[in-house]
Structures are given as C-alpha cells and as structure tokens.
C-alpha cells in the first residue's frame, strides 16, 4: 500500500478537488492496478468516486493489454461504503433528496454489476476494513485477498438504514444463514471469518496482501485471455440458472470455446508437451 508520506500529498484539508478519486497504475505487463484515493474520506462511495470506478473498469475492461486487474485502496480503510454525509445533504433538495438517492444508488448497483459482467477478472486486495458498500465492493469482485488485520461488516442496520442492496452481491457470495447474520446484527467480522465465509479467498499479513493479489493476476494473465473472458461470462451467468438449464447453456460454451484458435493452440501444446501461444481468438 502507498502511504501518504511516500505520494507527499497534500492535506486532507488542502486537498485539491479536482484530483480523481479513482487513480489506475499498470505496475507489469497485463496487469492494472485501479485504486480508490479518497484516504481523507475513508474511500466513501460519493457519486464522483463511482462514476470514476465504473469509467476506470470499463476502459479496462476494453483494454486488450490488459488480462487482470486488481482493485486496491489507500488510506485506514479500504472502503466505508456510501457517503453518508453527501447523501444527508440533499436532505435539504425539494423532494428530500429522493431522486439524488435513487441515482447513486442506480449507479452503484451499475458500478458493481460492471465489474460482474468486465470481461477480465477483477480482484480485491483490500488492506483494511470494508462495510456496508465497500463490503459489497469486495464481494462484486471475482477474487479477493484481504489483510488479516482487515474488517468486514453490513452495519446498515444499527442506523435505520438496511444493507438491501450490499445483499445482493453477499447473499451470492457466502451462505444464506452468514449473510443474514452480517445483515441482521450488523457487526465486524475478521479476515480469517470472511474467508470461512467465502467472502475473499484468502487472509494473509498485511505487507503482503498486494503481492498476493498481484500474484493472482500474473497466473491469470499467463492464461489465454479469450478462455478467461470465456469462462467469467459463463460463470456468472449459469450460477444463476436451474441446474438442467445451466449444463445445457455450459454445453454450448464449451462447443463454441473448442472452436476457437486458443483451445486448438493450447490442447494442441498440452500434447506436445510445449509452452502454447495464445491469439486470442
């Protein structure tokens, strides 16, 4: 993780404004690393951050030199979830706020349903606490590896304001009876329980935490990136079909997938016993 005194930013108080809340790094070939930088404000949700999360995930997405991309975040905390004091200010709008809540919340659904449907998979390195959103945040990416000092939490209920829709990327992510428990009493949960969970893959020691996530990448990346795009797609659309239909939809993928060069070129290497070169396509 970068600190504060290795980017010799400003103040939290001088920040300027016009700085992105989302920065993108690409730190070895194939690879891309999407940060969240809003430390000041514990990585909160704001409708900026989001529209610059979702911008920054699809170029990647679109981004042949890219095969894997790890979400990572600076500051104390990986991500607190929605902004709530953006979201009380327009308290003070004409209708209350209702139309400001119904876009952010519209937005993040978009936001986090892009990174289910980019092509390249998209894995959490989350250093430190995640909740409500942010914990929906970590739960949207396909893998994750977090700190074991990391935190995750659904605490929307000890506000008055009940994590519906951070249920949705939890409930598809680790059992029925875990995800109600974090839902309904709101509290912390550890690294080493969010991986019993299924929340994130792996909890390793601080320090470590990016190497892991970028280790991932680099193995994904050694992978034809038109079978991993392949595969995501087909994951994510088969776990949610009945079982009869999800085998005759997987069957269709993998007859198309067998046509293609990159399964011709990499059972063709298995054979020979040598390194495939893969074309993408």
Known sequence: MTTAAQRSDPPAAVRDAARPPVVV????PGIAVLRLDRPEARNALSMAMLEALGAAVGALGRDDAVSAIVLSADGPAFCAGHDLKELTAHRADADGGRAFYAATMSLCADVMQAI??????????VHAT???AGCQLVASCDLAVAADSAKFCTPGVNIGLFCSTPMVALSRNVP???AMEMLLLGELIGAREAADYGLVNRAVAADEVMEEALSMARRIAQKSPL????GKEAFYRQIEEPLGDA??????VMVENMMAEDAKEGIGAFIDKRKPAWKGC
């Open 116 to 125: 289910v449907a980019c092509p390249k998979p998209v894995i959490a390195a």
């Open 25 to 28: 790094t690409r730190p070895e």
């Open 227 to 230: 079978t991993v795009s392949i």
């Open 247 to 252: 085998y005759a939809y997987a069957a269709d």
């Open 176 to 178: 029925r009876k875990r």
């Open 130 to 132: 995640a909740t409500a």
